[in-house]
């Protein structure tokens, strides 16, 4: 009898939803393999399968579902500011692809902290630093607003929503090297040379910037990522919308988060040189990962991706990579993906998907640390002590 089973008898055995089965994968709980009759299914483990499905049925402590909720599990706080369901995108119970297509990051940002601040005066700012590079200047930008501004704890709502727009404002100066007036993404796209002029490109800065919209738009907030979490984490403290700002920065920094651009441009360097088909078959043979591809929340495909996608032309080379991968895995591009063919379409500088990300996120960052301030409530978990038990006799 094979030990290699189809998704439909996998979720059966399981009781789950394909997102949760999904899940499974992505924490390496669960191996797959390219069906042998069609390439785009996957296969799993019938025995891992009956091994996950024991465990499922025991009773869990609340340590051993807090432990488990850590990555990709159970939800762990409550928040009213964004959710995936249906695998669709939620900005306070409104779709964000739908937003995509008329909003600013500066509405979206306000609907995310709940509508204040619409008419607010933003603090006043001043020039953004100076450094050779994009990501240096928002780290410096904000590091030098989390030094000086003051605790968030205990302050009234509309001052909040006025130093949460000043913040956008001092990210977007940052990341374009100069402080500016008038949209984000029409600001970006001045400093990055996609803005066009003239009365048919109106006041939005035509094509290119409002492609930077609705990518702005579309990576605002993402539920409870990795960066969120910190920025809430560092807000339960009271610290500065900054702090946890910053906070979020350091978190998406990391290769695992916001370094996705840098890890699919390596997937398609090897494409250009051996074959998208090769290359994707050597890296499955390899145990690798497949970069800008399938979405854990989202495994009938990333809406944000489709969004975008449906925008413009991905360059040739990307778009036969795609092919490729969705040939072979069923598993359909991610925003990553888009960021990094949108950035190779207009020409971007090559930190554009990082910067695009921060700055879009800042927004989703800052409506999470008023709504962790206003709980009251201190982020604190405990740890389970691992090490060499303590000696008693000392």
Not at 69 to 84: D, K, M, Q, R
Not at 295 to 300: A, I, S
Request: hydrophobic content about 45%; charged content about 20%; some cysteine.
């Amino acid at each position: 009898m094979s030990d290699w089973i189809g998704a439909e008898e996998a979720r059966a055995r399981l009781g789950v939803r394909p997102q949760t089965l999904y899940a499974y994968v992505s924490r390496g709980r669960l191996s797959t393999r390219p069906d042998p009759a069609d390439p785009r299914r996957s296969l799993y483990r019938a025995s891992e399968i009956g091994l996950l499905a024991e465990r499922k049925t025991r009773s869990r402590k609340a340590s051993q579902v807090a432990a488990g909720a850590i990555a990709w599990g159970e939800p762990v706080l409550e928040s009213a500011i964004t959710t995936v369901e249906g695998g669709r995108l939620y900005y306070r119970g409104r779709d964000a692809v739908e937003l995509s297509d008329t909003e600013t990051l500066e509405a979206t940002a306000r609907l995310l902290r709940g509508g204040h601040g619409a008419a607010l005066k933003r603090d006043a700012r001043g020039a953004p630093p100076t450094a050779p590079d994009m990501r240096a200047r928002a780290f410096l930008a904000l590091a030098a607003r989390a030094g000086s501004d003051g605790p968030a704890l205990g302050r009234h709502p509309l001052a909040l929503a006025a130093e949460a727009a000043t913040l956008l404002d001092v990210l977007a100066d940052a990341v374009a090297g100069a402080a500016g007036s008038g949209p984000i993404h029409v600001r970006l796209a001045l400093a990055w040379g996609c803005a066009t002029s003239g009365p048919a490109a109106g006041a939005g800065g035509g094509p290119g910037a409002d492609l930077l919209r609705r990518a702005l738009v579309l990576l605002a907030d993402h539920e409870l990522n990795a960066s969120t979490f910190a920025a809430r984490v560092a807000a339960s403290t009271g610290a500065s919308l900054a702090a946890g700002a910053l906070a979020g920065l350091a978190a998406l920094s990391g290769p695992r988060h916001g370094g996705a651009a840098a890890a699919l441009r390596s997937l398609a360097a090897e494409a250009a040189e051996q074959g998208a088909e090769a290359a994707i078959a050597a890296r499955l043979a390899q145990d690798r990962t497949l970069p800008g591809f399938g979405h854990p929340l989202y495994p009938e495909g990333d809406p944000r991706a489709g969004a975008l996608l449906a925008r413009f032309e991905p360059p040739p080379e990307l778009a036969r990579l795609r092919a490729a991968v969705e040939g072979a895995t069923g598993k359909a591009p991610n925003v990553d993906f888009a960021l990094v063919a949108l950035a190779e379409r207009l020409a971007l500088p090559q930190d554009a998907p990082f910067a695009l990300f921060a700055v879009a996120r800042c927004a989703g960052w800052i409506a999470h640390a008023i709504e962790q301030v206003q709980t009251g409530d201190l982020i604190r978990p405990r740890a389970r002590y691992a090490g060499v038990r303590p000696d008693s006799s000392t």
